[in-house]
C-alpha cells in the first residue's frame, strides 16, 4: 500500500487539440530551459498511440534539436520495422528534429529476447545525459505506465530496479511481444515526470489510482504516489 506525499498537480483541457497545444508549449520551453541552462536537453518519451499527434505538434516547433537526447520509456522487443515499434513511432513523428540533429537512443537491441538485450540496452542508456529533464509517461486502460503491467512477468525487477541496471524485461500477462521498460528508479532519475492521458476511461482509472492503495493491481500508483520526482498529469476527453 503506498499513499501520502506530494499529490500530482492535474492540468485539464477541454479537447486533445489543446492538450496538445499546452503540452508541446510546456515541453518546448522546457527544452529551450534545459539547452540554456545545461548545454542539452534530456527527455524520456511514451510510446502507444496517445501522444503520437504531440510529438508531431513538437516537430514543427524551432528548438535547438541538435542538443536534444530522447529515448522511450519502454519498447516492445520488436524491430524498427515493425508496426508495433514505439522508437519508430518516434523517428517518424519527429523526423525533422532528428534530420536537425536530434539524438534517438532505442532500447531495442540484439537478442532473441528483451533478456538477452538489458546489459547492451542499459550501456546505451548511459549516453544519455541525467537526470532526465523530462520524462513523458502514457497509460493504459489496464493502470499500466511504461511497461508496468499489473501481473506481469518481471514487475517486481521492474519497480524495484533490483538488477542494478536502467532497464528491465517485462512479460505481461498472456502477452507477447515480451518488453523492456526503464525502471522505476530509472524513470525517476528525472526532474520532472508528465503523465498524459485521454479519454474518460482512463480519467476513472487514473482517479481510481490516485487514491492510496496497492501497486500490483494499478502499476501507475508507483509513479502517482512517489515523493521524489514531481508529477504533472495532462488530460483532455
Ligand atoms: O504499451 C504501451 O501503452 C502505454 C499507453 O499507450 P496508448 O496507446 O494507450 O497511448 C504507453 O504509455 C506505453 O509507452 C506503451 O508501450
Known amino acids: 500500500m503506498i499513499g501520502g506525499g506530494t499529490m500530482p498537480t492535474i492540468n485539464s483541457h477541454a479537447d486533445k487539440a489543446s492538450l496538445v497545444t499546452a503540452l508541446a508549449d510546456h515541453i518546448g520551453g522546457l527544452i529551450r530551459d534545459a539547452v540554456a541552462a545545461y548545454g ?13 499527434d504531440l510529438f508531431a505538434r513538437l516537430d514543427g516547433y524551432d528548438l535547438p534539436w541538435d542538443k ?14 515493425d508496426p508495433a515499434s514505439n522508437e519508430a513511432m518516434v523517428r517518424r513523428t519527429l523526423s525533422a528534429a532528428v534530420a536537425k540533429g536530434a539524438t534517438v537512443v532505442g532500447l531495442k537491441s540484439v537478442g532473441a529476447t528483451p533478456a538477452d538485450g538489458l546489459a547492451r540496452t542499459s550501456s546505451r542508456l548511459a549516453t544519455m545525459p541525467r ?7 502514457g497509460m493504459g486502460e489496464d493502470s499500466h505506465t511504461a511497461s508496468f503491467f499489473p501481473g506481469a512477468t518481471g514487475l517486481a525487477e521492474a519497480l524495484s530496479g533490483a538488477l542494478g541496471l536502467a532497464v528491465a524485461a517485462v512479460t505481461p500477462a498472456g502477452g507477447v511481444p515480451a518488453r523492456i521498460t526503464l525502471t522505476l ?6 526532474r520532472a515526470v508528465a503523465l498524459l492521458i485521454t ?6 482509472v487514473l482517479d481510481a489510482a490516485l487514491k492510496p492503495g496497492p501497486v500490483e493491481p494499478a502499476p501507475v500508483r508507483a509513479v502517482l504516489h512517489q515523493t ?3 508529477v504533472s498529469i ?4
Do not use: F
Open 40 to 52: 542539452r536537453a534530456s527527455l524520456v518519451l511514451s510510446g502507444g498511440t496517445t501522444p503520437a
Open 68 to 81: 536534444v537526447y530522447l529515448t522511450l520509456s519502454d519498447e516492445r522487443w520488436v524491430d524498427l520495422d
Open 131 to 137: 537526470p532526465y529533464d523530462l520524462v513523458l509517461l
Open 185 to 190: 528508479p530509472e524513470l525517476l532519475r528525472s
Open 199 to 204: 479519454g474518460d476511461k482512463k480519467k476513472a
Open 228 to 230: 521524489q520526482v514531481p
Open 234 to 237: 495532462w488530460w483532455a476527453p
